[in-house]
């Protein structure tokens, strides 16, 4: 698990006159600042951590600088996990349009990351590996953060006041009752381990495969309506600033998310992820506890769908007039006749019906309509 911290900055003394020219400008003075430390203790060894402080959203220039952090749960193996860890920012970052400012790049962000979290599970499952992995992922710019989330690893944020946010949605199929009619809907079995003598026991999984989760990154072997599309929140600090905690399921399991908050404020950022690591040890169990709702700050933007359709938009933006599209999911130019608009229907047709929405590549399409549950028709013979 891994602990953020946003405070405020002190600014340097400057000239009176230009503090008033920046008040009428309504332009902001203090710029914040993040602190973090990170702790684990590694049972299985699948458990991956990216840090990574010094991105620039235009490269070259320093004011533009923001924070990723993530934690990546592997299953089954440890090599879904690796792969995201390495290629999951850059996948995102490539779904950005180029050339825009920080207000349309922050806008930007949600459906970046839906299709750099597809892209990530599409290229992976290309290697022909079965493993799999959770993955939280956070966006830190200036008072602006934005997460993304697969499985059941969580992020919350405690504020000023003692306001604990949740900011993650768990994906669990014992706990998700959505999840589990979309996987039944889409042609998954939800159900117990069955035992000698009928009797099920532990949690409720998605079969084939047995995965206790509806979400993640990988996991070739279970079927594709366990998707990789996660759950989106971004949400605005007041200056007064706040804490995260990203941390696995091994620290939710052990702990609320009121009590990993309490552990651990007004501790240095690298001592509390060591202290809510160590209490996670010695707690026999949790209290209950549902957070919801984004105390005080300010939320920009929520979506869990997962339907690709939903998540993408009609509004993506599209250059119709060059002859070559670009695959939404996949960033693969190619001739529009090898592919279909995602938001078309079975029989489209270019002549006949308007490009509407971003442009898939027949390959993407085919992972679209896999985790939805569509399958071509099968012939109906009658006699």
Same mark, same amino acid.
């Given at each position: 698990? &891994?602990?953020?911290?946003?405070?405020?900055?002190?600014?340097?003394?400057?000239?009176?006159?230009?503090?008033?020219?920046?008040?009428?400008?309504?332009?902001?003075?203090?710029?914040?600042?993040?602190?973090?430390?990170?702790?684990?203790?590694?049972?299985?060894?699948?458990?991956?951590?990216?840090?990574?402080?010094?991105?620039?959203?235009?490269?070259?220039?320093?004011?533009?600088?923001?924070?990723?952090?993530?934690?990546?749960?592997?299953?089954?193996?440890?090599?879904?996990?690796?792969?995201?860890?390495?290629?999951?920012? &850059?996948?995102?970052?490539? $779904?950005?349009?180029?050339?825009?400012?920080?207000?349309?790049?922050?806008?930007?962000?949600?459906? $970046?990351?839906?299709?750099?979290?597809?892209?990530?599970?599409?290229?992976?499952?290309?290697?022909?590996?079965?493993?799999?992995?959770?993955?939280?992922?956070?966006?830190?710019?200036?008072?602006?953060?934005?997460?993304?989330?697969?499985?059941?690893?969580?992020?919350?944020?405690?504020?000023?006041?003692?306001?604990?946010?949740?900011?993650?949605?768990?994906?669990?199929?014992?706990?998700?009752?959505?999840?589990?009619?979309?996987?039944?809907?889409?042609?998954?079995?939800?159900?117990?381990?069955?035992?000698?003598?009928?009797?099920?026991?532990?949690?409720?999984?998605?079969?084939?495969?047995?995965?206790?989760?509806?979400?993640?990154?990988?996991?070739?072997?279970?079927?594709?309506?366990?998707?990789?599309?996660?759950?989106?929140?971004?949400?605005?600090?007041?200056?007064?600033?706040?804490?995260?905690?990203?941390?696995?399921?091994?620290?939710?399991?052990?702990?609320?998310?009121?009590?990993?908050?309490?552990?651990?404020?007004?501790?240095?950022?690298?001592?509390?992820?060591?202290?809510?690591?160590?209490?996670?040890?010695?707690?026999?169990?949790?209290?209950?506890?549902?957070? &919801?709702?984004?105390?005080?700050?300010?939320?920009?933007?929520?979506?869990?769908?997962?339907?690709?359709?939903?998540?993408?938009?009609?509004?993506?933006?599209?250059?119709?007039?060059?002859?070559?599209?670009?695959?939404?999911?996949?960033?693969?130019?190619?001739?529009?006749?090898?592919?279909?608009?995602?938001?078309?229907?079975?029989?489209?047709?270019?002549?006949?019906?308007?490009?509407?929405?971003?442009?898939?590549?027949?390959?993407?399409?085919?992972?679209?309509?896999?985790?939805?549950?569509?399958?071509?028709?099968?012939?109906?013979?009658?006699?």
């Amino acid at each position: 698990m &891994s602990r953020i911290e946003l405070s405020r900055t002190q600014p340097a003394p400057v000239p009176l006159a230009t503090l008033i020219g920046r008040e009428l400008r309504n332009g902001k003075v203090e710029k914040p600042f993040v602190k973090y430390g990170q702790a684990g203790l590694a049972k299985k060894g699948e458990d991956y951590f990216l840090i990574k402080t010094d991105c620039l959203r235009v490269p070259g220039d320093a004011s533009t600088a923001f924070s990723v952090f993530a934690i990546f749960d592997g299953h089954n193996g440890i090599s879904a996990a690796i792969f995201a860890k390495e290629n999951l920012l &850059s996948n995102v970052l490539s $779904a950005i349009p180029q050339d825009i400012n920080r207000d349309a790049w922050l806008q930007a962000l949600p459906r $970046a990351l839906v299709v750099g979290f597809v892209k990530t599970d599409i290229e992976f499952q290309q290697k022909g590996e079965t493993s799999g992995t959770t993955a939280t992922f956070v966006l830190v710019d200036g008072w602006t953060i934005t997460v993304a989330s697969v499985g059941d690893s969580r992020c919350i944020l405690d504020t000023q006041g003692g306001v604990v946010s949740l900011l993650t949605v768990d994906h669990r199929l014992e706990e998700n009752a959505e999840e589990r009619e979309r996987v039944t809907a889409s042609g998954g079995e939800v159900g117990r381990l069955n035992v000698f003598g009928g009797n099920e026991v532990g949690p409720l999984r998605c079969w084939p495969g047995g995965l206790c989760l509806s979400r993640s990154i990988g996991d070739t072997d279970v079927g594709e309506f366990i998707v990789p599309i996660p759950h989106v929140k971004q949400v605005k600090l007041s200056n007064a600033g706040g804490r995260l905690i990203i941390a696995s399921d091994g620290i939710w399991d052990a702990l609320s998310s009121d009590m990993a908050a309490k552990s651990c404020r007004g501790l240095p950022a690298e001592l509390a992820a060591k202290l809510v690591v160590k209490k996670s040890e010695n707690s026999v169990n949790k209290a209950t506890n549902k957070l &919801s709702a984004v105390g005080v700050v300010e939320e920009l933007f929520e979506e869990g769908s997962a339907m690709l359709t939903e998540r993408l938009g009609k509004d993506f933006p599209l250059n119709k007039n060059s002859g070559i599209f670009r695959c939404a999911v996949c960033q693969v130019d190619q001739p529009p006749g090898d592919g279909l608009s995602v938001n078309s229907g079975p029989f489209f047709s270019p002549a006949s019906n308007p490009w509407e929405g971003p442009f898939l590549c027949t390959n993407c399409r085919k992972k679209k309509d896999a985790m939805e549950g569509k399958r071509p028709s099968r012939p109906t013979v009658t006699a």
